[in-house]
């Protein structure tokens, strides 16, 4: 047969269906048949329900189930004959006028579209570059001390300085009136590390014990508690404690304590280097792969099938629900969300998705086993039992199924970059780990 397609716009066809009643009619009778040999109903052994009264009771639910089923496998074989790219479901609609004996549908629907490349030689990458430094390492030491440290209480006389730990007792008043979540008694918190906001740190800062102070405190526009956000509140606070930290020394025993195997400072420090390495390693590359991707989508030339592109939506909207449970928000499962909020994310996905295909089938970048064995031994290295760790992505498709996905892009990026400009720019260990 001969299947004929109508382009009505950009990625949008139609072809019409032929669907003869009889084909139908035979599929329903079967159906119901050996629906019959085992629908139960009152008055009737099972097995012994007569066929008009099995036909009235399913007969409307049979012949909707068939008629889908035809119509589907019907333009299933229509769109291979025609050799069309079918991307997403179709919208199939009954149409009048039909010959006899036959029920005639058309089924408008969207194709992939023709991605056009861009001459990869014209386009400008710019490439991050990082290293370890040693202050880095130092900076990381001084983080595993202060998850070592210990207190002491200090002398009455001492005043809170930063890196103290200090036990309060604290009210806020708004105009007067208490406020939710504004008092709070033998409240512990760190003096200098930003864990109150800085109007109260600068008031607890230099109070001895024993000591009550009052102070203003204006709230940020944007504090995440609404009912004070953008208010000011007086806040009388009432120092009971106050601890100096002592920071473990670097010396043989932390080393030990951190499970470096020749319990030295200088294995503490290669130990460090190593992981921040890997570390360094994994952000430039995610860096990079994000700045080829990019520059890949920047130039490509194609149209969007809009059924993908809402199936991406729906995608969204369902993890933003799930997100949403997951917090403890009620009925998260119903909440309304309006498509636009996601809808330029995934505009983006399904044209990155759309040219990095174009790129891999075009210059054979597929993922092939020893790149997949590689990239998980890599990530099993830095658990203490890589092995397991091994096992474990090589005992299931759909995590084997993720790997491949990272080592196509992979594959992509370093593609894109070896035939781009390719600018290169050199970050701090700060930089590229955002802290600063």
């Keep these: 047969m001969t299947v004929t397609v109508e382009t009505l716009e950009k990625l949008e066809r139609k072809i019409t269906l032929s669907v003869p009643v009889t084909s139908i009619q035979t599929e329903v009778d079967a159906r119901l048949k050996k629906l019959a040999r085992t629908v139960k109903m009152d008055g009737f052994r099972p097995g012994k329900v007569p066929m008009n009264v099995v036909a009235q009771r399913y007969g409307y639910s049979v012949q909707y189930e068939v008629l889908?089923?035809?119509?589907?496998?019907?333009?299933?074989?229509?769109?291979?004959?025609?050799?069309?790219?079918?991307?997403?479901q179709p919208r199939i609609s009954e149409k009048e006028g039909a010959p006899e004996g036959e029920l005639t549908f058309d089924a408008i629907f969207e194709v992939y579209p023709d991605v056009k490349l861009a001459d990869l030689s014209s386009v400008e990458v710019e490439k991050a570059?990082?290293?370890?430094s040693d202050e880095a390492i130092d900076k990381t030491v001084d983080i595993l001390r202060k998850q070592r440290r210990t207190f002491a209480q200090r002398a009455q006389a001492d005043a809170a300085?930063?890196?103290?730990?200090?036990t309060i007792d604290f009210e806020g008043k708004i105009d007067g009136e208490p406020f939710a979540g504004g008092k709070a008694e033998d409240f512990q918190f760190l003096v200098g590390e930003g864990q109150m906001l800085k109007e109260f740190e600068d008031a607890v800062r230099g109070m001895k014990s024993g000591e009550s102070k009052t102070f203003p405190l204006a709230f940020p526009a944007d504090y995440h508690g609404k009912d004070v956000a953008g208010k000011t509140a007086d806040f009388l606070v009432t120092v009971k404690k106050i601890e100096a930290a002592h920071l473990p020394e670097v010396n043989e025993a932390l080393a030990k304590s951190l499970g470096i195997a020749d319990g030295t400072v200088e294995?503490?420090?290669?130990?460090?280097?190593?992981?921040?390495?890997?570390?360094?390693?994994?952000?430039?590359?995610?860096?990079?792969?994000?700045?080829?991707?990019?520059?890949?989508?920047?130039?490509?030339?194609?149209d969007l099938p809009q059924a993908i592109v809402?199936?991406?939506?729906?995608?969204?909207?369902?993890?933003?629900?799930?997100?949403?449970?997951?917090?403890?928000?009620?009925?998260?499962?119903?909440?309304?969300?309006?498509?636009?909020?996601?809808?330029?994310?995934?505009?983006?996905?399904?044209?990155?998705?759309l040219v990095v295909?174009?790129?891999v089938k075009a210059n054979d970048l597929h993922a092939k086993p020893e790149q997949i064995r590689a990239h998980i031994e890599e990530l099993a290295a830095s658990y203490e039992r890589p092995e397991d760790v091994s096992r474990w992505y090589y005992g299931d498709n759909q995590r084997l199924a993720e790997v491949e996905a990272v080592v196509i892009e992979s594959n992509v990026a370093d593609y894109v970059l070896s035939q781009a400009k390719v600018t290169e720019k050199t970050l701090s260990f700060e930089e590229l780990m955002g802290q600063a």
């Design 129 to 132: 570059t990082a290293s370890v």
């Design 68 to 88: 889908n089923d035809k119509v589907g496998e019907a333009f299933a074989q229509a769109a291979n004959e025609a050799k069309v790219r079918v991307a997403g």
């Design 310 to 353: 809402q199936s991406e939506v729906e995608r969204l909207k369902e993890g933003a629900r799930a997100d949403l449970k997951q917090r403890g928000i009620k009925d998260a499962d119903k909440a309304p969300i309006p498509d636009d909020i996601f809808r330029p994310q995934a505009e983006q996905r399904v044209r990155l998705g």
């Design 161 to 166: 300085v930063d890196g103290d730990r200090v």
């Design 267 to 302: 294995g503490l420090r290669a130990d460090i280097r190593k992981n921040l390495e890997r570390e360094v390693k994994f952000r430039l590359l995610s860096r990079n792969k994000a700045a080829a991707m990019e520059a890949l989508v920047s130039k490509a030339e194609l």
């Design 357 to 359: 295909a174009e790129l």
